[in-house]
């Protein structure tokens, strides 16, 4: 080897391994910097390396964090940024003068550490797990200790007015709904929250460190070396939260973290692994979070609606039957009714509504009405006949009525009464429920029940009174509050609040979360502050001025003039110069889209639930609008879901309005392919006729869970449409469904009809397909179907 080659080999070395020691020492130095990769990424280390910083892979995105990395499970004991996760690319870099900056794919910032005086020389990551960022004089200025989230660490301590708050759920790290404070009087507090306002509710648990003597107050919550966590008051006295018994000290981790559940306990964890050994609770509190919370506000330990059950060390929430997860990601996020009810009905009770007892279930807090001495029948029987009354509690001789929403539920031996939850017979089907299917009471004149609730939602003529009044209703409170609404351009004057630009951006925290994304616009998610808080969608147009100002004339136009259960109701909008945005209101549920083609299949209820309730909303947009709407672009993505998975079809951008005496129009090309009828190609005139052959598309996929369009190695069943008929002609319709799928085989004939509708409205002829109406009359099974033809004859004639 030459000398120079020699000498440059050493130098590599000298270099390689000062950069060891710089890393083995826990100093990170200015311009460092870590990124987010799908791939093992590297990260700063302490001395011992028992801790790490840097990007952990929370699904499929990355959370900016510190853990515990020398045993398996890797605990994260901190994070940034609330603990909202990035994208992969998205890169931290510790600065002079912002400290660590954490930024996107992009570039753009995300989130720095708190800024201070002076500048940053380095940072130091201790073997306590405390990350500092060192100033030019030695001085700390800014550390992880002081800012902590959900844990506490040996050797930190909490001073007062100090917080920790539980994370959403154990994998979203985005703040919940609990949490730890110590106030000023010196008392340390467990409590729920708002999480919009981060207003405190009342709290659950309280040391009792408060004094009318200042001296005799807690300020600190310290947690020593030797793992033990206690207040220090102000005269030195000590009060433990730890327990008296002996705790492992050397050889072992310890931390003190407030729960995703909302339960403060103290963990010990051995520092060798074994295999069998991992994190061992000292103590926690509450004891039983189920029966220690007593809250009318906040949902209480799982949210409203909601059961809690407690083994006594941990929490588990559940729904009722005949209720469903708001959200289906978060068990503690409360739960919603599969039903409603209406106070202006003057339907029989008895036969729209029943009862499935709840065993050893109460919620203490939701009773408005106690009736003593009474008999249970007639307990029940009051309950079903009163609309506020969704729940009945028998014990003895006393019944309570309960109401929405069902406060601080809780299922245990010591409830010793019967709980009686009502359900809905006719609105919604109880087998919609996910839990084990309910046994109906009465039978009698449920076909009759299912068309008189039928017509109720769809008559014109109730439509209609409702609308005038609502209208009216509408203009006298903006009347009385001064609010006067501007047309916009050509756009008709419409009955719609309408926002200024800087309004929405406030409202969506800048166009920070974005929840879907169209051909012409992106959706983001915002909170609208009007007589109460209301989550909203805030469609932003960002396509050429010119088709955006076509779109966006539509599209108000479209969806100011609609009334439908079954269509997402338009709230506002704004037009400044550029800036063309449409406020919704939100749905929480997500897409169909997201529901059909996900990898857990909707049960064959919702199914038809669903499909039923695009149905209803054609019909709507067709034939009783004071003009008539063509959709253009009916999909999947266009079809929304509300709290209750009830279908809502949106994105009106696309539609072509209809005079009332108009029955055709000529337009270009408009909607998705694989959703788009053949006479959109040629040069013929555009009709209704369009939507019904969207729709049939969309009903097959609905009923297959699957795309229109698939690549698939074998052609032969790529395209959806032609590979039903296939099934359908050659008898082999039992290949549409999922195999063992026992609800669709049970309901064979049903899944007969839908498919045979379908195949109906796909006929290439529009003259061949049936109207929206007579689509909705053979799927509800009012009307027959005749044996369909092929859909795709060699040639047709338009008349």
């Known amino acids: ?103 996107d794919s992009r570039g753009n910032g995300i989130w720095t550490s708190k800024s201070f005086s002076g500048t940053a020389s380095n940072a130091a990551f201790n073997d306590t797990g405390n990350f500092r960022i060192v100033g030019s004089d030695t001085t700390t200025l800014w550390d992880t200790f002081s800012n ?106 310890h931390r003190a973290t407030l729960t995703y559940d909302g339960i403060l306990v103290q963990y010990y964890h051995l520092k060798i692994f074994t295999g069998t050994t991992g994190w061992t609770s000292v103590w926690q509190e509450p004891v039983n979070i189920c029966t220690t919370i007593r809250e009318l506000r906040g949902g209480g330990a799982c949210g409203l609606n909601s059961i809690c059950k407690s083994d006594g060390s941990r929490k588990d929430c559940e729904c009722p039957e005949t209720y469903s997860l708001l959200d289906p990601n978060d068990k503690q996020g409360g739960c919603k009714p599969n039903f409603t009810q209406n106070c202006d009905r003057n339907d029989s009770s008895e036969d729209l509504y029943d009862f499935v007892e709840s065993p050893g279930t109460d919620w203490l807090l939701s009773a408005y009405e106690q009736m003593d001495p009474i008999s249970e029948p007639e307990c029940k029987r ?110 008709v004057e419409t009955n719609v609040c309408r926002f200024t630009n800087n309004e929405l951006v406030e409202a969506t925290n800048g166009f920070k979360e974005e929840v879907g994304r169209g051909s012409f616009g992106i959706v983001y998610k915002g909170l609208i502050h009007m007589s109460s808080t209301v989550i909203v969608a805030v469609k932003k147009i960002d396509r050429l001025v010119q088709d955006g100002a076509e779109e966006f004339k539509t599209e108000v136009n479209a969806i100011a003039q609609t009334h439908h259960k079954n269509l997402v109701r338009l709230i506002g909008f704004c037009e400044e110069e550029e800036h063309r945005l449409l406020v919704y209101e939100y749905m929480v ?73 108009q029955s055709r129009t000529k337009t270009g090309i408009r909607g998705t392919k694989g959703y788009v009828a053949p006479e959109w190609f040629r040069n013929t005139p555009i009709t209704a006729k369009v939507d019904v052959y969207s729709f049939g598309v969309l009903l097959l996929e609905i009923i297959c869970c699957r795309r229109s369009v698939e690549n698939i190695e074998f052609g032969d069943e790529a395209i959806l449409t032609d590979w039903v008929w296939d099934c359908f002609q050659d008898g082999r319709m039992f290949d549409l469904i999922e195999k063992n799928n026992k609800d669709m085989l049970s309901d064979w004939d049903k899944v007969k009809r839908f498919v045979m509708v379908g195949i109906w409205c796909i006929q290439e002829d529009p003259s061949s397909r049936p109207t929206t109406r007579r689509a909705l009359l053979m799927l509800e099974g009012v009307a027959d179907i005749p044996y369909p033809p092929c859909p795709s004859p060699l040639s047709w004639t338009s008349t």
């Open 1 to 103: 080897m030459s000398y120079s080659s020699s000498y440059t080999l050493c130098i590599l070395i000298c270099l390689f391994s000062y950069s060891a020691l710089a890393q083995g020492d826990g100093t990170i130095s200015v311009g460092s910097s870590l990124t987010a990769a799908d791939k093992a990424a590297t990260s700063w280390y302490s001395p011992s390396g028992d801790f790490a910083f840097g990007f952990r892979n929370v699904e499929d995105q990355f959370l900016l964090a510190i853990w515990y990395d020398k045993i398996p499970d890797k605990t994260i004991v901190w994070y940034v940024n609330d603990g909202t996760t990035v994208p992969a690319g998205s890169k931290v870099q510790l600065t002079v003068d912002r400290g660590l900056v954490l930024s």
């Open 148 to 253: 902590p989230t959900d844990t506490l660490l040996p050797t930190q301590t909490m001073d007062v007015n100090g917080e920790l708050y539980s994370r959403k759920t154990e994998t979203n790290f985005t703040r919940g709904r609990f949490q730890l404070r110590l106030l000023d009087n010196g008392n340390l507090v467990l409590n729920t929250r708002n999480i919009l306002t981060n207003f405190p509710y009342r709290s659950y648990y309280e040391s009792n460190t408060s004094d009318k003597n200042p001296s005799n107050q807690g300020y600190q919550v310290k947690f020593n070396e030797s793992g033990y966590l206690y207040i220090l008051r102000r005269n030195g006295d000590i009060f433990e939260l730890t327990t008296n018994k002996a705790i492992p000290s050397s050889g072992y981790y």
């Open 382 to 491: 009051l309950c079903l006949i009163d609309c506020f009354c969704v729940a009945a509690y028998y014990k003895g001789n006393s019944c309570w009525k309960k109401k929405l929403p069902l406060v601080n539920g809780r299922k245990d031996n010591s409830v010793k009464g019967k709980t009686y939850l009502k359900f809905s017979k006719a609105n919604l089907p109880p087998e919609l429920h996910p839990g084990k299917p309910i046994d109906y009471k009465k039978k009698k004149n449920r076909t009759l029940i299912l068309v008189g609730s039928v017509l109720l939602g769809s008559s014109v003529f109730v439509n209609l009174i409702l609308i005038v009044f609502g209208c009216f209703g509408f203009l006298y409170i903006y009347h009385k509050k001064s609010i006067n609404i501007q047309p916009v351009n050509n756009i």
């Open 589 to 661: 549920n997500g897409t169909l889209a997201n529901l059909i083609f996900g990898c857990a299949k909707p049960s064959w209820a919702q199914r038809k639930h669903i499909a039923l309730g695009i149905a209803r909303g054609l019909v709507y947009l067709h034939e009783e609008c004071n003009t008539q709407i063509i959709h253009c672009d009916i999909k999947p993505q266009n079809i929304l879901l509300d709290e209750y998975y009830n279908a809502r079809i949106s994105d009106f951008g696309l539609a072509k309005l209809l005079m009332l005496n």
